[in-house]
DNA sequence: CTGACATCCTGACGGC
DNA sequence: TGCCGTCAGGATGTCA
């Protein structure tokens, strides 16, 4: 599923490639629940534009079309965006086709339909960015919070871009227990997290992503973070660092995996 | 306001 | 082999 690191790669990737084309004709498949602002006028913003950047906000790719606006793409957990020549015949479940100038299309494909298309006239996103956010104002977030840390990690109005994955893999690293509450954990464990997160993601990112159920890039490749997953997808198998049989727990609606020997 | 929980959707996987 | 039930989860909406 995609979170900051995978979002991260593949507007990265899309930006690389289609920068600077303009939007020549737009299809929309008509599901309703994949278009978060009405068909017809995501079809009148795009149609004619000119891409100027593609970019990262938390885990939404915004593409930047100057005066007319954002179009904005969330994957949710299996859509993808990729860049591809008209040729290559059209995969189940896309949603969206933009042909543009240079000969390529952009593709929005999203099999189980968690993933929104919209547009807006610029986008900031919900939270703090976890890759730029200083020690303090990480510190503060979780201030009197009474909700599991996990769970918190989770909340993009706090930070926005971390999953589940990386919320796991984070909380293995600074070896803090997800049920922990969050406003109980001390300063040296916030700043703690706070490394162990910015250094799963950068390592993520460098890594092209993790690709666990059907993630892959612009180019439609995979990539290789899942074989770095510390607790994330191993639940029953031993932790790597001391042995112990790792835990699966369900904290804020979500599957958790933990080390009960290494996190505290 | 804060937090907990159900809901959406379909492919993958395990069991028999 | 093939069928069927279960599970996965980001954002949103509802409820206490």
């Not at 990262?56 to 007319?68: F, P, Y």
């Not at 591809?84 to 949603?95: F, G, Q, R, Y």
């Not at 706070?194 to 993630?215: H, P």
Request: charged share 25%; hydrophobic share 40%; aromatic share 6%.
């Amino acid at each position: 599923m995609p979170e900051l690191p995978e979002v991260e790669t593949v507007a990265n990737g899309v930006h690389e490639r289609v920068h600077g084309q303009l939007i020549e004709r737009v299809w929309t498949s008509g599901k309703p629940q994949t278009f978060k602002s009405p068909e017809s006028e995501i079809e009148a913003v795009l149609t004619g534009a000119r891409i100027e950047r593609v970019r990262r906000v938390g885990k939404t790719i915004a593409v930047s079309l100057g005066s007319r606006g954002e179009f904005l793409v969330h994957l949710g957990m299996t859509g993808r965006l990729l860049v591809s020549s008209p040729e290559v015949p059209l995969p189940p479940h896309t949603h969206a086709v933009l042909s543009l100038s240079g000969g390529n299309e952009l593709r929005f494909v999203d099999a189980r339909r968690f993933g929104r298309l919209s547009v807006a006239a610029a986008y900031e996103g919900p939270g703090a960015e976890p890759l730029t956010i200083g020690e303090d104002d990480f510190v503060a977030l979780f201030r009197g919070r009474k909700l599991a840390i996990k769970a918190a990690l989770l909340n993009q109005a706090l930070l926005h871009g971390v999953g589940n994955i990386y919320a796991d893999e984070s909380l293995f690293r600074a070896k803090i227990r997800p049920r922990r509450q969050a406003g109980r954990l001390t300063r040296a464990e916030l700043l703690r997290l706070r490394t162990e997160l910015v250094g799963v993601l950068k390592n993520a990112i460098k890594l092209g992503g993790s690709s666990v159920s059907d993630y892959v890039d612009a180019d439609g490749v995979r990539g290789f973070f899942q074989l770095e997953h510390k607790v994330y997808g191993r639940a029953g198998e031993d932790c790597k660092d001391c042995g112990t049989g790792l835990k699966k727990v369900v904290v804020g609606g979500r599957t958790t995996v933990y080390c009960p020997m290494c996190q505290r």
